[in-house]
């Protein structure tokens, strides 16, 4: 039995954008690309990767503060 998953690829053509489409387009505080004429738009990041990422700058900072 084959399994088909859908794709970018899958995109009619009908429905894919141009790249003046969408640099025309309101943009939003989200991330969003146009791939492949697909608008793709990120999922916001969660709170584990903020607090990451707040740890990462914390780290760097502290460290660049000792070593100028």
């Known amino acids: 039995m084959a399994v088909h998953s859908q794709t970018l690829f899958d ?9 003046q489409a969408y640099l025309d387009s309101p943009q939003s505080r989200h991330k ?8 793709v738009m990120a999922s916001p990041a969660s709170w584990e ?3 990451i990422v707040a740890l990462i700058i914390s780290t760097m900072s502290n460290f660049v503060s000792v070593h100028p």
């Open 32 to 39: 969003s690309d146009l791939i492949e004429g697909v608008f």
């Open 11 to 19: 995109t009619p053509a009908h429905a894919r954008m141009h790249a």
């Open 49 to 51: 990767h903020e607090q």
